[in-house]
């Protein structure tokens, strides 16, 4: 029954290209071949702890030379699904700001498959990362609150939304390189219930990290509330 209400459902709305727009057949895999192909997926081999593809300097398992020197990394594993290009840019920033919302499914599913390793190391929450209040009221919707909900209804890991709050109003980061992003979002978060943190493996979730600023902001402050460890799960990075 279901399946014949799915196929009806197909010919009245067939299923498009989350990116282009082209009819695609019942696959679901959310983007027509074309697509498909022009996005670089992050894959094996890349650093245990940073998750940066080695390009062939390094095998499976290992940690890159950056990881060794910066002992300075809050995060115990960063995962991405893909490299943040001009190619995957569109698929992002629909989702971002143009109610593209239905993309949280299938971004949700890269993002679990990207996390594998977080999963099987143990993690007890997922957290996205916060909108300041003011931005979403003028967003209607956190991409990441979407993403995270898409994410535990396959790992059944519990989401986390009010523990920690934006409370400091930022400019944009696309606004900023460099420094000035660390200085940027300074002072942005807070912990609101540390007991709810103390102890707790994070699992912090974003769209894109781009130098990283403000995830390692939050990190920082969820380990001076306690937290066990924290770990990154992006859809897209830049590399
Ligand atoms: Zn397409
Ligand atoms: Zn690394």
Known sequence: MLKIFQEVLNFILPPRCLKCGAVIGGTENGLCPDC???ITFISEPYCKRCGRPFNGEGTQ???CGDCMKKHKNPFRYSRSAFV???YSKTLILSFKFHDKTENAVFLGKLLYKSGKD???????VLMPIPLHYSRL???KYNQSSLLAKEVSKMCGLPIDNTSVIRH???RPQV?????ARIKNVKGAFQVKNPLNVKGKRIVLIDDVMTTGSTLRECALVLLAAGAASV?????????
């Open 36 to 38: 498909f192909n022009e």
């Open 61 to 63: 398992g290992m940690v």
């Open 84 to 86: 943040y290009d001009e």
């Open 137 to 139: 009221l003028k967003r």
């Open 168 to 170: 400091k109003r930022t």
């Open 175 to 179: 606004e900023f390189s460099g420094q």
């Open 118 to 124: 977080i999963f099987s190391s143990g993690a007890d």
């Open 231 to 239: 770990d990154t799960l992006t859809v897209a990075r830049v590399l």
